[in-house]
């Protein structure tokens, strides 16, 4: 059983910044970012392995950076340029499964933090 605790969310101004933590109580291969906005179905913001390899969403590529502390069994996520559709609940999850950017492979989720960006 994993345990994951998220950080660092909060409100903020459109093309601001932000960097969300999420502290693991053990290890995992896979971690990924994810998030829902109001009354919108969860999805996929960033995944990455435990070797480094990294995925976007088409949504954040070039404004959003996924990166793990393998040692402190830490997530983060660099969040810059926020726009006001990046409003949602982050979740924070892990997974043993050897495909990160797969969902449904994640069984350890976080309760998640707010970020709300405005215009």
């Known amino acids: 059983q994993v345990q994951l605790q998220e950080s660092g969310g909060g409100s903020v101004q459109a093309g601001g910044s932000l960097r969300l933590s999420c502290v693991a109580s053990?290890?995992?291969?896979?971690m990924g970012w994810f998030r829902r906005a109001s009354g919108k179905e969860r999805e996929g913001v960033a995944t990455i392995s435990r070797s480094g390899s990294a995925n976007y969403a088409d949504s954040v590529k070039g404004r959003f950076t996924i990166s793990r502390d393998n040692a402190k069994n830490t997530l983060y996520l660099q969040m810059n340029n926020l726009k006001p559709e990046d409003t949602a609940t982050y979740y924070c999850?892990?997974?043993?499964?050897?495909?990160?950017?797969?969902?449904?492979?994640?069984?350890?989720w976080g309760q998640g933090t707010q970020v709300t960006v405005s215009s």
């Open positions: 999850a892990a997974s043993w499964s050897l495909y990160c950017t797969r969902e449904s492979n994640y069984n350890y």
């Open positions: 053990g290890s995992s291969y896979c």
